[in-house]
């Protein structure tokens, strides 16, 4: 069964960093680009970063860029996201989603940046 | 960055035919922004239903269909069933391989 789990979300002061993590099984994630997308409470879908299956190229959002990294380990079969210098405006809901055909999504870890 | 711009909210008739569309503000959307199209419910992740303009997944459903009209991509639903009230996402693709997603449209079938 594909599956992908996000974990690592919490609560989290601005200006502090958190890292998520995207468990892949089901699929040959060392052959798949894989993406982070995120959707603030109430808000629509924002494509935040991707990188290639390879880890090779990686590419952001504007609104990241400079900020957050995202990285994986294939032996882990993992994906990463680094996210540093946190905003009020990144708290979201964060999934992660494999690029062949853009499916599997994961069901998604909320991080909450407050004071 | 580009903006993706689609209808805040739609409704249609259980049995009717309504369309989508996804338009960009860098110019027409082509075959080579390989266009996607997402359908989100509430409290769920989204689902792929279309992708590369045209092709569907294996669970989507025939009266869903995708295309280009009038410089935007399009996305058709025909035969509304009230299972397929929900929130409508599309997603282009630019240069460097970065992806911009659209503003959304929430569907009411009624």
């Known amino acids: 069964q594909v599956q992908l789990v996000e974990s690592g979300g919490g609560v989290v002061q601005p200006g502090r960093s958190l890292r998520l993590s995207c468990a892949a099984s089901g699929f040959t994630f060392s052959s798949s680009g894989m993406h982070w997308v995120r959707q603030a409470p109430g808000k629509g879908l924002e494509w935040v970063a991707m990188?290639?299956?390879?880890?090779?190229?990686?590419k952001y959002a504007d609104s990241v860029k400079g900020r957050f990294s995202i990285s994986r380990d294939n032996s882990k079969n993992t994906l990463y996201l680094q996210m540093n210098d946190l905003r009020a405006e990144d708290t979201s809901t964060y999934y992660c989603v494999c690029d062949n055909f853009f499916d599997p999504w994961g069901q998604g870890t909320l991080v909450t940046v407050s004071s | 960055q580009a903006v993706v711009t689609q209808e805040p909210s739609v409704t249609v008739s259980p049995g009717g035919t309504v369309t989508l569309t996804c338009g960009s503000s860098t110019g027409d959307v082509t075959s080579y922004h390989y266009p996607y199209w997402f359908q989100q419910k509430p409290g769920q992740a989204p689902r792929t239903l279309i992708y590369?303009?045209?092709d569907r997944h294996s669970w989507t459903p025939a009266r869903f269909s995708g295309s280009l009209l009038g410089g935007k991509a399009a996305l058709t639903l025909s035969g509304a069933q009230p299972e397929d009230e929900a929130e409508y996402y599309c997603?282009?693709?630019?240069?460097?391989?970065?992806?911009?997603f659209g503003t959304g449209t929430k569907v009411t079938v009624l």
């Open positions: 590369d303009t045209s």
């Open positions: 997603l282009l693709s630019y240069t460097g391989a970065r992806r911009v």
């Open positions: 990188i290639w299956s390879d880890g090779s190229d990686k």
